[in-house]
C-alpha cells in the first residue's frame, strides 16, 4: 500500500462549513443518500448541485494517473462510483484503445451519463461487483467506498482487490486530528464510515487490501 495523491491536479472548491451545518439535518442526508436528481443536479445542500461536464475537472488527473501507474494504451480500467462518467470520458479522449467500464450505485447517473460513456457503465454496488477475478490492470475508487457502513465498506475493499491483477487506488474520508474530524462530521451528508488515518491503515489490513489510498480531508 501506497499513500498517493492523485487528486493534486484536480481543482479544489472553496466549502463553506459554517453555512453547511445551519443546513444540514437528517432529513437532507436521507434525500442524499437516494443518489438520485437532487442528489446529482439539485440543490447544492443534497450534493453537487449540478454535476456537468467540464474539461479542466479531469484532464491533468487521468493525465496523471496514467503515468503513476505506467498505463498500456489498451488497458482495462475500472471506474468505482462513475457517476455520470465524467473521468471514464476524459480517459478514453486520452487513451482510444483503453479498455475502460464504469459502476455506480445510482440508477439517475447511470441513466444520465454522457452518451460516450453509456456503453460502457452499469448500476452496481461496490460490495458486489459484476466482474471476474483479476480482470483489471487499473481499479479506482474516488470518495465512493466510505458511503457504506463499515462492513459493506470492508467487503467492497475485497471486492476492488478482488477484479484488480495489478493496481488500485481509492480515496476515503479521513483525519489526523480533533479538527479535522469535527470539520469532516459537520460536512458529510452521505459518509457512513470515516476514521483516522491510522485506523484506516488497520482497516485495509483487515480487508486484505494492497492497492493505494489517500485521503479526502476538511
Known amino acids: 500500500m501506497t499513500e498517493i495523491d492523485l487528486l493534486k491536479y484536480y481543482p479544489q472548491s472553496k466549502r463553506n462549513i459554517d453555512e453547511r451545518v445551519e443546513q444540514v439535518d437528517e432529513k437532507v442526508r436521507e434525500i442524499a443518500r437516494e443518489y438520485g436528481q437532487e442528489y446529482f443536479d439539485g440543490d447544492r445542500i443534497y450534493g453537487y448541485g449540478g454535476h456537468s461536464y467540464h474539461p479542466r475537472f ?13 498505463l498500456n494504451e489498451d488497458a482495462k480500467v475500472l471506474d468505482v462510483g462513475c457517476a455520470k462518467g465524467f473521468m471514464m470520458h476524459d480517459f478514453k ?19 444520465n451519463a454522457m452518451e460516450s460513456m453509456k456503453p460502457y457503465v452499469q448500476v452496481a454496488n461496490a ?19 466510505h458511503n457504506l457502513p463499515p462492513d459493506e465498506c470492508k467487503q467492497a475493499l475485497r471486492e476492488i482487490q478482488r477484479v484488480t491483477k495489478k493496481d488500485a487506488f481509492v480515496v476515503v474520508d479521513a483525519w489526523r486530528n480533533e479538527e479535522e474530524r469535527i470539520r469532516l462530521k459537520n460536512w458529510v451528508i452521505t459518509g457512513k464510515t470515516n476514521m483516522h488515518v491510522d485506523d484506516w491503515i488497520s482497516f485495509f489490513e483487515e480487508a486484505n487490501y494492497t492497492g493505494d489510498y489517500y485521503w479526502f480531508f476538511i
Open 93 to 111: 479522449l486520452m487513451m482510444p484503445e483503453l479498455q475502460i467500464k464504469g459502476v455506480d450505485i445510482s440508477e439517475y447517473a447511470i441513466e
Open 127 to 145: 460490495n458486489a461487483l459484476p466482474f471476474d477475478d483479476n480482470q483489471f490492470d487499473l481499479v479506482l475508487g474516488f470518495s465512493v467506498i
Open 58 to 70: 479531469w484532464t491533468d488527473t487521468v493525465k496523471y494517473i496514467k503515468q503513476v501507474y505506467q
